[in-house]
């Protein structure tokens, strides 16, 4: 049994309740805008509306909700955190970024109640010395360690209870929440995005898909020593419990702490398995929160985690995205628009303000890849110019759209590498390793 009950608390499983979290979530903040409004106004000050929104009060106020919340609610914060320009302000993304860290486990009840919806009553019965302890708590479940009746030391990968049905209302409350906010612009229509989040929820909700991908993922990288995958017991796998080897290793942010030359290999690995990702076999791992990532510091082998958020990416995707590269490399800025319009962007017209914006936008993001040599991410300072030039965007918003959707799952995970290679302190030639891709 867990040894203690504040390290768990119980998740709002009810549709009704679970509103009832987000309204009061809204109206926190909205108290929270009137106070800070006020305290702004007696100092003498005239606020505008977004800076009283972004305070660390709210914050916490939005970033503990979704927190308590659990499911779809916060596993949309963990998305819309990563997001690297396309969508949101970076205010924003950085309020939700404190949910990338773990979630409180779930009350023995509810635990209880997850397995015996897997397994039946008697689920006990199936294995050996269960761990009650989680060792990982995350969005939509958490893992325990256990023996499997061959012996095996195995890890279940337990969903919360009510996850799966809560999924679309929890994205439409989101939604809701952020268009009141006045934080997502009137003019953008984001209900494809909002479509393709629901799908793709659902799909990380199904533990029998994720263990697919595991398996897909561990029958490519069977031959590639840098790389180390938990296998799937799928006689013990159901919907909401997915049974697998226990695989040991450190969190990968240790590997900061080793020789440069190691410090590269790993990152030039994991960037290498990206790019194979997407224009080799079309499907990519779109979560790069760190601890998906282990690293074994006795063999240096690099432990993959957590398949639930893979992706497969279409094809007319793929092959207009490689374009995009090689424009990019080229230093052909009308072949990036020409690409980029393919791909769904809006570039505006040609000659105008905001074309020129949005490519200075794509060169910037690109930079690493575009000149044959080693790239320093610790001393790059990419981010803090995105940032600004996504504030001169803004001032074009009949401009704006909702970007490509696989758009917005490659760059959260392109993203994600970036800030790892930069967290590493990694160099590493880019450019070497997409030459012969595009």
Known sequence: MPKDKSDTKAIPTGRLHRFAKVVKM????????????????????????????LTPANARRVADQLADMRGAAMKMGQMLSMDTGDMLPRELADILARLRSDA??????????????????????????????????????????????????????????????????????????????????KELDIKPLLDEAKLQLHEEADYLKEAEFLMAFGEVLADDERFVLPQVLIEHTRRNVLAMTYVSGRPIEEVADLPQAERDRVMAALLE???????????????????????????????????????????????????????????????????????????????????????????LALEPLCADRDYDFSRSNIPARMSELGESIRDHSEFWQAPPTDAVYFHRKLGGMFLLASRLKANVNVYQLIKHLV
């Open 104 to 185: 409180k486990g779930m009350p023995i009840e509810q635990l209880q109640q997850s397995l015996v919806e897997a397994y039946g009553d008697d689920w006990e019965s199936l294995f050996y010395g269960f761990d009650y302890t989680p060792i990982a708590a995350a969005s939509i479940g958490q893992v325990h360690r256990t023996i499997s009746p061959d012996g095996r030391e195995i890890v279940l990968k337990i969903q919360y209870p009510g996850v799966a049905k809560s999924i679309d209302s929890d994205v439409d409350n989101i939604a809701t929440v952020l268009r009141l906010s006045g934080l997502l612009p």
């Open 26 to 53: 809204a109206g926190g903040v909205a108290g929270g805008m009137l106070a800070e409004g006020g305290r702004q106004v007696r100092a003498g000050n005239r606020p505008k509306a977004r800076d009283l929104l």
């Open 273 to 363: 398995l990206m790019l194979r990702e997407l224009f080799e076999l079309k499907m990519v791992q779109t979560d790069p929160n760190f601890a998906n990532y282990q690293y074994r510091h006795k063999t240096g082998e690099i432990v993959l985690l957590d398949f639930g958020a893979t992706r497969h990416f279409k094809t007319r995707f793929v092959n207009q995205y490689k374009k995009l590269l090689a424009a990019a490399v080229a230093g052909d800025q009308e072949k990036i628009a020409k690409a980029a319009t393919q791909l769904g962007y809006s570039m505006g017209e040609e000659n105008s303000e905001y074309r020129t914006l949005v490519l200075e936008l794509f060169m």
